[in-house]
């Protein structure tokens, strides 16, 4: 059942949840603006702590699945010439070009992200397009596919060291799978802890994990030196000519190396654009190469290494440091995913993208800390599947990158729109810059969709079961808002029929919450039918959500004075905020309007939907719909009304 309520909420009946603007932040373990006032070093190495970690764990395998699928088995010279180039010039190309000098220019006041870009689009077309909101809604659910499946593979692929361990490789072998196992559990069982306390830390670990991948990239570059020549895009030509279609098939695992590229776009708003461009040109790129040449050149001069190149290039004496080293990162690689799918959802519920769902807050002082109780056990318990299907971090690679491609093109195709529209550059320039990366992006796409037989059919699937449920909701609450209005007296109306009949008057304050503050509230309706009272101070409130990130205090109330006995207040949110009602009725004195929030009645309604195979949707999605709306987390506890103040009045309607 779902509440009159404001349109924030995400389960009320309401045309103001416009998804116009969320930012899909893999990384939101920082409070928003979190740049404002701190050092440029400490942002810097910030965002190399949470923004890098996905890319930066690749080397663990991208080198190895990449050389695997090669003619020959990967041993031949320019097999590790030829995926060495490809993999630079993939980190050139998509990473450096498209989203740290291209895409980050394109943000929603200092926010960015896939659906930041699709708030631009629609606000260039001034208007609401649904085939760019269609767009969003592919790139939010895309990223929950991809962020079941990167937990399981970096941490099986850091664990899966322990094989390779010095002297207790077959002891350790059958351990491998339950301690990443273990270690994964944990890490999802922590979360209501929040990450607050230990944030600090990854940004030193992760500045230390890079700066390992380079120190043993130039330990071992020596031991073939003409690796460097790996740096021209001709060998990666070549070998892509030399191996035919097989050629073709590598590319999915070259991909592998640029997953974790959009977060550098995601994460704008936590780091600015400054210190991420900074860290990946001046630290994080260099560190990435280095490794990837000396992986190379190990190859090169000891092809028995083809089989698991990252681990072979580890001294023995420092195994276990850098054994111990790639776990922690692979956590916190791992921990940016689970903590941007919290992000996401808030934001998706924000705009009606969802229904609502319990937030917890983790932090006081940190906005970003937030806890989804019901992802986080969706995302536990799908890595641990995957886990039990997959095996071993080679299984799951064949599995991985297919979302991540999906959600690049729609970045390509919104950024067409941004630069014809917003930058108003001509029709040749748009397409020309949208050509260019939409053919490296459909190369990709393609690659991958040859793993689907493999594994990638699952995060495809799981993403088009969550952009069923998105349009399942969107296109449900816009019928039955609809319905509401069209069933619905004007407020005006009803005040003019009050005056005729005037009900008898109850002392105190009553707040009808609404999402149409234009027509008369059910709940309001159906206290004047049943209890016959009008309360001597009425409120129709009602909640927004604009397409902009956060909206100023001073811009977070307006109240307009019907007559002497009601007024109109809206509440606007940004969507990276969380509604807190009492807490802005409390503004409302600074313009005059003032009453005890605890002698004060909030009426709801409620409405029981019932299925109709007559109209609006077909009646499979109809009993969809109804699911969600009866599994919404309760609109007193989201809206952080106090419960002992509310009186909720139902009725029932048919969509």
């Not at 059958?174 to 990854?202: D, E, R």
């Not at 776990?327 to 903590?339: E, N």
């Amino acid at each position: 059942m779902a509440g009159d309520t404001p349109g924030a909420n995400g389960s009320s009946p309401s045309p103001a949840p416009t998804p116009t603007g969320v930012e899909i932040s893999k990384h939101g373990m920082m409070g928003p603006h979190a740049h404002e006032g701190e050092g440029f070093f400490a942002l810097a190495l910030g965002a190399v702590g949470v923004v890098f970690g996905d890319i930066g764990t690749s080397p663990l395998y991208a080198m190895r699945e990449a050389l695997a699928h090669s003619k020959g088995g990967g041993t031949a010279e320019l097999a590790v010439l030829g995926v060495i180039s490809l993999v630079f010039w993939a980190l050139i190309l998509i990473v450096t070009v498209k989203y740290v000098m291209f895409l980050m220019r394109a943000d929603n006041k200092g926010e960015g992200g896939t659906l930041a870009l699709m708030a631009l689009a629609q606000h260039a077309l001034g208007k609401r397009s649904t085939w760019i909101f269609f767009l969003g809604v592919c790139g939010a659910s895309l990223f929950y596919g991809d962020g079941i499946i990167t937990p399981a593979v970096s941490v099986l692929s850091a664990v899966e060291g322990l094989k390779d361990a010095p002297g207790l490789g077959r002891v350790m072998a059958p351990l491998v799978l339950p301690i990443a196992a273990v270690i994964l559990v944990a890490l999802f069982m922590v979360q209501s802890k929040g990450t607050a306390s230990v944030a600090k830390f990854f940004g030193p670990i992760m500045a230390a994990w890079f700066l390992t991948l380079a120190g043993l990239g130039v330990y071992h570059i020596t031991d073939d030196l003409s690796i460097v020549r790996a740096l021209s895009p001709h060998y990666g030509v070549a070998f892509l000519i030399d191996n035919g279609i097989l050629g073709f098939v590598i590319l999915g695992s070259v991909f592998l190396a640029v997953t974790g590229a959009e977060a550098l776009y995601a994460d704008m708003g936590h780091f600015g654009k400054k210190p991420i461009r900074a860290a990946w040109l001046w630290f994080a790129l260099p560190c990435l190469t280095l490794n990837y040449l000396g992986q190379g050149a190990l190859v090169l001069s000891h092809p028995e290494a083809h089989k698991n190149p990252f681990f072979a290039m580890i001294p023995e004496i420092a195994y276990w440091p850098v054994l111990i080293l790639a776990a922690a990162a692979t956590v916190i690689a791992s921990q940016a995913v689970i903590t941007g799918a919290f992000s996401l959802t808030q934001q998706a519920v924000q705009l009606g993208l969802l229904p609502r769902i319990d937030i917890k807050r983790t932090s006081e002082t940190q906005a970003g800390q937030i806890f989804v109780p019901q992802v986080n056990t969706f995302l536990m318990v799908g890595v641990l599947i995957l886990l039990v299907m997959f095996r071993t971090s080679s299984n799951l690679a064949a599995a991985y990158g297919i979302a991540v491609t999906g959600a690049m093109f729609v970045d390509t195709l919104l950024a067409f729109v941004i630069l014809r529209y917003m930058w108003k550059r001509p029709v040749w320039q748009a397409l020309a810059v949208a050509v260019g990366f939409g053919a490296i992006d459909v190369v990709f796409i393609s690659s991958n969709l040859l793993k689907i037989p493999q594994g990638a059919w699952m995060p495809l699937v799981l993403g088009g079961g969550l952009v069923l449920i998105m349009w399942t909701w969107s296109k449900g609450t816009q019928i039955l808002f609809d319905k509401t209005r069209r069933d619905s007296i004007p407020l005006n109306d009803l005040i003019e029929m009050l005056k005729a009949r005037p009900p008898h008057r109850a002392p105190g304050t009553a707040i009808f919450l609404t999402s149409d503050p234009q027509v008369a509230p059910v709940a309001l309706m159906h206290n004047l039918k049943h209890n016959k009272v009008l309360h001597e101070k009425n409120v129709i409130l009602s909640v927004t959500t604009s397409d902009a990130p956060r909206v100023p205090e001073g811009e977070r109330i307006q109240i307009e004075t019907v007559n002497e006995d009601f007024k109109r207040v809206v509440l606007n949110y940004g969507f990276m905020e969380t509604p807190n009602v009492p807490k802005a009725l409390g503004l409302c004195r600074r313009q005059g309007l003032k009453f005890d929030i605890m002698s004060t009645s909030f009426f709801l309604g409620r409405r029981s939907v019932v299925p109709s195979a007559t109209s609006g949707m077909p009646l499979w999605q109809d009993h969809l719909f109804i699911y969600l709306m009866r599994n919404a987390a309760n609109p007193t506890d989201f809206f952080h009304i106090p419960p002992g103040r509310v009186v909720e009045l139902g009725t029932q309607v048919t969509v």
